[in-house]
């Protein structure tokens, strides 16, 4: 299972140099729903994750999508929304790392 990283240009190469090998650049909303696409669509990975800026451009159903989605869990960092990030990591592993 492999973690794929879309966003600007500074979160790619930030998650690049931590060794994540999918990092994608995207900068228009077309790029970015293009990206993700492709990315929801590949079998080998496991976990998305968007900055919750660019998870906020993105059309209501496209949201609603990725909320949804178990593989890949799609983690939006950026806020504070750490009760939805254990929600998710809780439904896609199936245990609560909290406790």
């Given at each position: 299972m492999e973690i794929a990283v879309i966003?600007?240009?500074?979160?790619?190469?930030g998650f690049s140099?931590?060794?994540i090998?999918?990092?994608y650049?995207?900068?228009?909303e077309e790029e970015l729903i293009n990206k993700i696409n492709e990315v929801m669509a590949d079998p080998n990975v496991g976990i998305l994750v968007l900055h919750?800026?660019?998870y906020n451009r993105?059309?209501?159903?496209?949201?609603s999508t990725l909320s949804n989605s178990v593989r890949p869990t799609v983690i939006a960092i950026?806020?504070?929304q750490s009760t939805e990030m254990r929600e998710k990591i809780k439904r896609a592993i199936?245990?609560?790392l909290w406790k």
């Open positions: 966003g600007n240009s500074d979160a790619v190469i140099l931590a060794g090998k999918k990092a650049e995207a900068t228009s919750q800026n660019d993105l059309p209501k159903r496209l949201q950026g806020t504070e199936g245990v609560d």
